[in-house]
């Protein structure tokens, strides 16, 4: 089951920790997304990546931080500030950022604050 | 700002039958929309997507329709089967050379055996 890798699958994270997502791909994809997924809510983006060392703010950035330093990589941080992140997170890639082209997506991580 | 609209937000069907859903997309510039599949625990996976200088396309199955006029597009599965049951979400995708990909709020499908 190649393509995107997330890990942890599950975590659990005291109030005021920051954890780091991981994501890997071994798809040669320009461009990377993470996604939040709660009940009812759909896929809503919280920071995207058209190129290493580049990335952008999505609908939901507040409270999350990213890096890009390989194109492979694109690690999300969801810090103390995210006031609610207990939700499913989904990491995914394509082949450029263009509207147009097809989003393959991790199998994404459960992140529970206790 | 742009949403996608999709409903209805559960169904259930008789194995056998035909289920149908819908979404509406508020951004006329959007030009390409695709469908995705998430069954329980796993990731969504695409199982068909329309370009919007087409109406209709079919897999099997399944197909897509799509009316640019009306800013509507929907999925439509036949002979429906158990192990179609999953949560199907709707996109849009802004065009434009953007990267942005509006998902609606999903359809959680239940195909009673």
């Known amino acids: 089951d190649g393509g995107i890798t997330q890990s942890p699958k599950y975590l659990f994270r005291k109030e005021g920790q920051n954890v780091t997502l991981s994501c890997e791909q071994n798809l040669n994809h320009d461009a990377m997304y993470w996604y939040r997924q709660d009940p009812g809510q759909g896929l809503r983006l919280i920071y995207y990546s058209q190129i290493v060392n580049d990335f952008q703010k999505g609908d939901i950035a507040e409270g999350y931080s990213v890096s890009r330093e390989k194109k492979e990589s694109f690690p999300l941080t969801v810090t103390s500030a995210q006031k609610n992140p207990t939700a499913f997170y989904l990491c995914?890639?394509?082949?450029?950022?263009?509207?147009?082209?097809?989003?393959?997506f991790g199998a994404g991580s459960r992140l529970t604050v206790l | 700002g742009e949403n996608v609209e999709q409903h209805p937000s559960t169904l259930s069907v008789q194995e056998g039958d035909s289920a149908v859903i819908k979404c509406t997309y508020s951004?006329?510039?959007?030009?390409?929309f695709p469908w995705y599949k998430q069954e329980l625990g796993k990731r969504p996976q695409l199982i068909i997507d329309i370009r919007s200088n087409v109406g209709e396309k079919k897999d099997q199955r399944i197909a897509v329709t799509l009316n640019k006029t009306a800013k509507h597009f929907s999925l439509h599965i036949t002979e429906t089967q158990p192990e179609d049951s999953a949560v199907y979400f709707c996109?849009?995708?802004?065009?434009?050379?953007?990267?942005?990909?509006?998902f609606g709020t999903g359809t959680r499908l239940k195909v009673l055996a």
């Open positions: 996109a849009a995708s802004l065009a434009g050379g953007t990267y942005k990909y509006i």
């Open positions: 995914a890639s394509s082949q450029t950022a263009s509207g147009a082209n097809v989003l393959t």
């Open positions: 951004d006329s510039a959007s030009n390409y």
